[in-house]
């Protein structure tokens, strides 16, 4: 095991040994807080498939049908697993509760983990096999996978993408590096904000490769509008998009515009002129990531950035999406680097604050963070990760820029 990742791997298993003895202690009362959505388990994905079953209808059915086409047509195609004769009862939640339903989900799961867990020991090749199967544990049974099963998302699928497109986008065969390009269009096709990866060519200036990826995601993201009620949908997907961003506020840490809501609900400031600001806040946080991503020159702190993106620019972020820091995650403990700073250590505690479950919950806790521990916990190890990257990036380059000039007023 690298050494100097050893504090990840302790810090992280000591938030599962607590939990596991709160659980043993409750009788497992204290999952409660961590499972809020009550019976609307597995719905982000059976909820898709019921939209879906009038394609042309599909964006009409419900503000919640916000995904890209392209997500549709997997919706649709798994829908037909499940047949019209075992669905009891009208509404979603009966094309979820029976046989043919739950089976379909079980196994769509155990494919997507199986091919997590390819990806993660291809990265990982060089270490040995306790290594990865020990990190595979905490991947698998932390808490934002725990919860990305119990909501059944894509975003699963959409960090398989990404996984597959950094192995490939640097490969020496053409038809590697093609092969990059597609699987990211397919990733922006189905939920969008992958398309900030695409910054990874253009800091490369790799421009035709940058070219050939807009092309193939903006036709997978519009053409299939033409199975969905064609191109006059669009409208209706983007109100859909709206509504749902405009329906919940929390006051938490799950975004940068509820960020910005929190922090100024503890300083008195009203609900109207905060909602305003997140949304400045948002967007500045965005073109500061990007402009971190041009000048790091790290990949595991690169894709920090772009993970931070797709998790705190949206305005409402549902906290399954901490999976896509899995990614960085492995490229950071298959960093080969002997030399231990202050940064790594912080690094690795920010992990293990998201790759954990930790069930301990007060009530003073809750009412600070306007939600239960074990989320604002990952939560705040999300945007340390985040910002300290920022921090860094910004110091390096201050330090990069003093030395030129030292250098040019030294000719």
Known sequence: MTERKNLFYVLSLLGFIISFILILKTNGETFRSFFY?????????????????????????????????????????????????????????????NLFGLNLYVAYTAVLVVALVFMVQYFLREK??????????????????????????????VLLLLFGFTALKDSKEAWKREAAILLLAVAAGLKLYPAVFGLLYLQERRWKEAARLTVYGLFLVFFP?????????????????????????????????????FIGQKMGMSLPFLLAAGRVVSVLFFLLSCGCVLLQKALWKKM????????????????????YLTLPLVLFLGEKKE????????????????????????????????S????????????????????????????????????????
């Open 339 to 370: 030399e231990v700073t202050g940064f790594d250590i912080l690094y690795q505690v920010f992990f293990a604050c998201v790759f954990t479950i930790l069930l301990w919950n007060t009530e003073w806790l809750q009412e600070f963070f306007n």
């Open 37 to 97: 959505y009550g019976h609307d388990y597995f719905m982000d994905f059976f909820n898709h498939i019921w939209y879906v079953r009038d394609r042309a209808h599909v964006y009409d059915s419900s503000i919640y049908a916000s995904f890209p086409p392209l997500a549709y047509v997997l919706y649709y195609f798994l829908g037909k697993f499940i047949p019209a004769s075992a669905i009891e009862g009208p509404g979603n939640r009966a094309v979820r509760d």
């Open 128 to 157: 040995k096999r306790q290594e990865q199967c020990l990190l595979l544990f905490i991947i698998l049974l932390s808490a934002p996978f725990i919860g990305l099963y119990e909501r059944g998302n894509s975003a699963f699928i």
């Open 225 to 261: 509008f033409i199975f969905f009620g064609g191109f006059g949908k669009i409208p209706v997907l983007l109100y859909n998009f709206k509504a749902i961003s405009n329906e919940i506020v929390l006051g938490d840490l799950r975004s940068a515009t509820y960020a910005t809501v």
């Open 372 to 411: 239960d521990f074990s989320y604002s916990l990952r939560a705040v190890g999300s945007w340390g990760l985040v910002l300290t990257v920022m921090a860094e990036t910004f110091s390096e380059g201050a330090v990069a820029g003093i030395g030129s000039k030292g250098t040019v007023q030294g000719r």
């Open 304 to 323: 920090v950035l772009l993970s931070g993106i797709m998790i705190f620019f949206p305005v409402w972020s549902g906290s399954y999406t901490l999976i």
